[in-house]
DNA sequence: TAGTCAGCCTAATATAATTAGGCAAAACAT
DNA sequence: ATGTTTTGCCTAATTATATTAGGCTGACTA
């Protein structure tokens, strides 16, 4: 029979393409294999059971998300790089709903420390350079962006704004002009 | 044979148990029909598919989220009631990390419109009120300060946190002074 | 060219979701 | 109190997913 060429790669691809139409619980064995056209217990000769599959996504997502705000903020600084990275994270998840979604998977410490989340951290941390705040709270000012950027992102993501007539767009604008006033005040005016 | 009882709140309840003690994707009808001691079937008396009963835990904890922040509010303005609303989902998430995943669960929108959710958008408005704001971006406000809530909330939940030394606590005072702060700001200076 | 091995298969089992239909307890009418 | 209806839970059976065991064959390797 002629053999469907599985990988690693081409199946978190594929598991990732079922996220993303229809939605990350929907990430299952069956409906990767489905997909790639074998049966499903074809699976667990590249995977050890059905939840790395998500991890996989997740991986995925995590690097796919850290290339592309690296290349968003190469060459900026200040608000203009605030605007590019949480711009990136923004588009992600409107194109790539279900692996940004899988991007959230909750990762056990190993494997996350070998994933592209740190690269994130790092870049947040290279984007508040240009806020220059004082060491102490450097750590405190990443999570805090981090935190309101994902949380924009994803309760937009959820539908939580669309009872709303007003345009997410313009809040979109005006949350980022405000974490940038607020960065700005921050460091003027340091704790 | 001895009927067991259930009710669509009690099975409500069961389900929220599982979820805090389980995690929120482990509410399934079989480990709530364990709980309560019935046969899995039975639960179709009272549920019209196990999908609902994620439903319902989500239901549950923003009526939960809301009442709480209800009490912790009343009486209070400004950097206090700011405190006081953030601390609410902060704990509860914290105490209740599965009725908190729950909460975040995308509803259908007559389900939404039904459920406590537009009552945490009024208290983040009536909130608001005390850094009177100007009537346009009011309602982008509200989205900014809700989703940096939530994100900080949910990131450091997903143990997004714990990779760096610095204190959970201090970040999380940091971040509400910064949130006054920008606020403040704002209404000082509105676009 | 024979041998090994990898990659996919079929078969079989367990758990979750769901429907159909039975039986007894509770509620209700007389 | 008794007969009837309703309701609440049960058993049995079906479908989908997750997983293990073991077989066949096409593809590299000596």
């Keep these: 029979m002629a053999r469907a060429g599985i990988t690693a790669?081409?199946?978190?691809?594929?598991?990732?393409?079922?996220?993303?139409?229809?939605?990350?619980?929907?990430?299952?064995g069956s409906a990767v294999a489905r997909r790639l056209g074998v049966k499903e217990p074809s699976l667990y000769a590249h995977i050890r059971n059905a939840r790395e599959l998500k991890v996989r996504v997740a991986l995925l997502a995590l690097q796919e998300m850290a290339d592309q705000t690296a290349a968003a903020i190469a060459g900026r600084a200040g608000k203009d790089a605030l605007t590019a990275l949480a711009g990136v994270y923004r588009d992600y998840a409107r194109t790539h709903p279900g692996r940004y979604a899988a991007s959230r998977h909750e990762l056990d410490p190993e494997t996350a420390a070998d994933s592209a989340g740190?690269?994130?951290?790092?870049?947040?941390?290279?984007?508040?350079?240009?806020?220059d705040l004082p060491e102490p709270c450097q750590t405190d000012a990443v999570r805090f962006l981090g935190g309101a950027?994902?949380?924009?992102?994803?309760?937009?993501?959820?539908?939580?704004f669309s009872h709303t007539p007003r345009d997410t767009d313009a809040s979109w604008a005006?949350?980022?002009?405000?974490?940038?006033?607020?960065l700005r005040a921050r460091s003027a005016n340091p704790d």
């Design 9 to 28: 790669d081409r199946l978190a691809r594929a598991a990732a393409e079922v996220a993303d139409e229809l939605g990350f619980d929907h990430v299952t």
């Design 118 to 131: 740190p690269r994130h951290a790092e870049m947040l941390r290279a984007l508040l350079r240009g806020y």
């Design 149 to 160: 950027i994902h949380g924009y992102v994803s309760l937009e993501a959820a539908g939580s």
């Design 174 to 182: 005006w949350a980022l002009d405000t974490l940038d006033l607020a």
